[in-house]
């Protein structure tokens, strides 16, 4: 079995959230408690539906990561692009860890990001 991750939405603003290694939820991919077998998947995705029960987060689902140094990255373009933030404007990404989100890493645009608003 690959390696995943379990993923939601917080309920209180719809942010992208992993369930972490303290057994929390963070908003970082790098954060989230990695497993490799279907019976620590299957222990994970029971965690995330008591914080479902509790109005923690909505819809919690598993997604496949892979270990990259010392990250992580999300196989499927969709979860790299909520792991980063929206693929507008840089000032709207979700910044790294410590940073502001207007490093050129953190955003996924590839658009001309000069605004005109």
């Not at 989230?32 to 965690?47: G, H, M, Q, T």
């Not at 919690?60 to 404007?89: C, D, F, M, N, W």
Request: glycine letters at 8%.
């Amino acid at each position: 079995m690959a390696q995943h991750v379990v993923t939601a939405n917080r309920l209180g603003d719809g942010g992208v959230v992993y369930l972490s290694t303290a057994g929390g939820w963070t908003e970082w991919l790098s954060e989230a408690d990695i497993v490799d077998s279907d019976a620590d998947e299957a222990r994970l995705l029971a965690i995330a539906e008591r914080a479902v029960a509790a109005r923690l987060v909505v819809a919690p689902y598993a997604i496949p990561v892979e270990r990259q140094g010392a990250s992580l990255k999300a196989l499927s373009q969709r979860e790299r692009i909520r792991a980063k933030g929206p693929t507008i404007h840089p000032q709207f990404c979700k910044p790294e860890a410590g940073g502001t989100g207007l490093e050129s890493s953190a955003c996924m645009s590839t658009t001309n990001t000069t605004a005109h608003w």
